[in-house]
């Protein structure tokens, strides 16, 4: 029998999941920037150098719970919905068993492999002994949290989310906390380590404690179910995949920039794609909500049947061919002028742009009409999702983080200048140009958030595959392709497009799929956007007008000119977007903190 009634998402729950995943990923971004002078305040570069690279290290190890954590989340939500306190136990048991196994192999994998990082990564000698201490700390403290991040999965899975974002927070701030008083007590860089182990332990240990509070009936064993093992490790070996993928797509830029044109240009590009990446990593924390929310509800499928293992081969193929044919024409632009003079003189075969434009011809006439006809029906006449609620689910939130992103990235591209001259100094300003194309790019990539967590959550992870097998195609071809031709700005240029094309095409797919119609999307998503989007034409000319200043005025003036931008966009949103019913429903939150927190002015 069940310990509590099955939850169910409702909008309050999800909005302030939401709002505290955001809020407390700020905290945590603001506090490890605080962190960073403290630590070198502290302890010589070297030292700081070599606390990067243990994570440098083990971002690969952590390679191994991609997708397992996601697994917990869908398929604990799944079971507490139905009833199943049973296969939660089962799940999370065999999930421990797997993960604990695993993680001591990588742990001894590791301690034995360090004399041969430190040869990979130059480690001085007398600085070995310290170095292995660190490797081996980190790993022991990493590994615990993979192990035991079934528990904050399974509350995630209830969606308790607020409880885990605030464990997580507590801890980190704690870590901070800990890391002063160590480093008073004179232990240096040690103290760092000692700080991260003890904030791993406590966090883990405060997730576990809830998890047995809000799931009563949790019994765990060693175990090795093979229905769960596939549950856990099947669906989350493809959302694992997926991350792989992911993680080689967010680097190569820089990979072809460094080899291509130089460090100096891949950290003018780096300092470009902080801000706006910095602000992803806020606004991404929303998305968490809405995988056990879909997950936990009723829902099926129409218009398709479980394709293939060929079927589904063929599929993938098609939409990466479709992904060469248009990065070979994004290619001949850049040619023009080469081709033009090449024919000319009767050579037009003798250059590597003849050879391009012959191919994007024949592969646009075969198989390029075929494949286009195929596209077509594959996504207007494709599997649909029935379910209202999953569907309103889809709508409010895609609209909820549009606008938030809307608002976030509309004044970062209009004051970038500005931003980026307060930050880093005149140095800085040299890249707001690619700080505007990437922040255009990440805001109209971000539309897909939404849509990815709820099909996960109704195990449709192959739609996410789809468009990033077309970002591939289209970053292989463009990335180094406009770098030989553009320098840096073509990089740049080539990471937007190849980013914004594929997010396009699954915002349409993912439309067709939630049967929502072009006109509702546009109604619900991007007429909200065009606020904030008029508020940063106006402040980007204001701050146009404005002289220079120095740094410390400049922050002044983007902190000014911020308050003024969310002024207007608050007073557009009214006056041409919301109706008085909708306005209510947004600033009665703010009605419901002034009247707790503010004291009260009459008896």
């Known amino acids: 029998m069940s310990d509590q009634r099955p939850v169910s998402p409702s909008g309050d729950s999800i909005t302030t999941g939401m709002a505290v995943g955001m809020l407390t990923t700020f905290v945590h971004l603001v506090s490890r920037l605080l962190l960073v002078p403290l630590i070198l305040h502290f302890v010589p570069m070297a030292h700081y150098g070599l606390w990067t690279i ?60 360090v004399p ?16 292995g201490f660190m490797i081996r700390g980190t790993a022991a403290a990493f590994l615990l949290e993979i192990w035991l991040g079934a528990f904050k999965a399974s509350l995630e899975g209830l969606q308790k989310i607020t409880l885990t974002r605030l464990n997580w927070l507590f801890a980190t701030l704690s870590e901070i906390v800990l890391i002063f008083i160590f480093f008073m007590m ?46 856990l490790f099947v669906y989350g070996g493809k959302v694992q995949g ?14 072809v920039i460094t080899a291509m044109i130089g460090l100096e240009a891949t950290a003018l590009i780096e300092i470009g794609r902080k801000l706006p990446f910095t602000a992803r990593r806020i606004s991404g924390a929303a998305f ?76 646009s006439v075969y198989p390029g009409i075929s494949l286009v006809k195929w596209a077509y029906r594959f996504v207007r006449h494709g ?24 608002i ?73 392709g406009f770098a030989a031709y553009g320098g840096l700005m073509g990089a740049v240029w080539g990471t937007a497009l190849s980013l914004i094309i594929p997010s396009v095409f699954f915002v349409w797919r993912g439309n067709v799929f939630f049967q929502v119609s072009f006109s509702l999307y546009v109604k619900k998503n991007i007429r909200p956007c065009l606020a904030p989007v008029s508020a940063a034409v106006l402040i980007a000319a204001l701050l146009g007008l404005m002289p220079p200043l120095s740094r410390w005025f400049t922050l002044l003036e983007v902190m000014i000119a911020g308050l003024f931008y969310l002024l207007m966009t608050a007073v557009f949103l009214k006056l041409w977007i919301f109706t008085d019913d909708e306005w209510q429903k947004i600033i009665s939150p703010l009605g419901k903190i002034k009247a707790k927190f503010l004291p009260r002015v009459m008896p």
């Not at 991350?243 to 190569?252: A, K, M, Q, R, S």
């Not at 599997?383 to 809307?406: F, V, W």
């Open 383 to 406: 599997e649909t999702l029935c379910s209202d609620t999953i569907r309103d689910l889809y709508l409010s939130g895609s609209g909820q983080i549009n606008l938030i992103n809307g």
């Open 242 to 255: 997926l991350g792989i993928l992911g993680l080689f797509l967010g680097t190569f830029d820089r990979l």
């Open 186 to 231: 004179g232990y240096g860089i040690h103290g760092v380590v000692f700080a991260y182990i003890i904030k791993t332990i406590f966090e883990m240990g405060l997730h576990l404690i809830f998890a047995f509070r809000h799931i009563p009936s949790l019994s765990l064993r060693p175990m090795l179910n093979r229905q769960a093992f596939n549950a």
């Open 408 to 480: 976030i990235y509309g004044y970062l591209i209009a004051a970038a200048p500005q931003l980026l001259f307060a930050w880093v100094g005149p140095e800085g300003t040299k890249a707001y140009t690619i700080t505007i194309i990437i922040a255009a790019a990440t805001v109209i990539h971000l539309t897909t958030g939404i849509g990815t967590a709820i099909l996960k959550g109704v195990d449709r992870t192959g739609r996410e595959l789809e468009y990033t097998l077309i970002q591939l195609a289209l970053a292989l071809v463009w990335i180094p």
């Open 116 to 131: 041969l990082i430190l040869g990979l990564f130059h480690v001085e000698k007398q600085m070995h002994a310290l170095a």
């Open 288 to 363: 968490a909500p809405y995988l056990p929310a879909a997950s936990s509800q009723d829902h099926y499928f129409e218009k398709g049947k479980w394709p293939t293992t060929m079927e589904k081969m063929r599929k993938y193929s098609a939409l990466f061919t479709i992904g060469l044919i248009i990065a070979a024409w994004g290619m001949v632009p850049w040619g023009g002028s080469v081709l033009q003079d090449a024919f000319q003189q009767g050579k037009f075969f003798s250059t590597p742009w003849g050879w391009l434009l012959a191919g994007a011809v024949l592969f």
């Open 54 to 113: 243990c994570f440098v290290i083990l971002s690969y190890a952590g390679m191994s719970a991609f997708g397992i954590q996601n697994a917990y989340i869908k398929y604990v939500a799944k079971y507490w919905s139905l009833g199943d306190r049973n296969a939660i136990n089962i799940l999370i048991s065999t999930g421990l068993t797997v993960m604990g196994i695993a993680s001591l192999l990588i742990y001894f994998t590791i301690s034995l492999g």
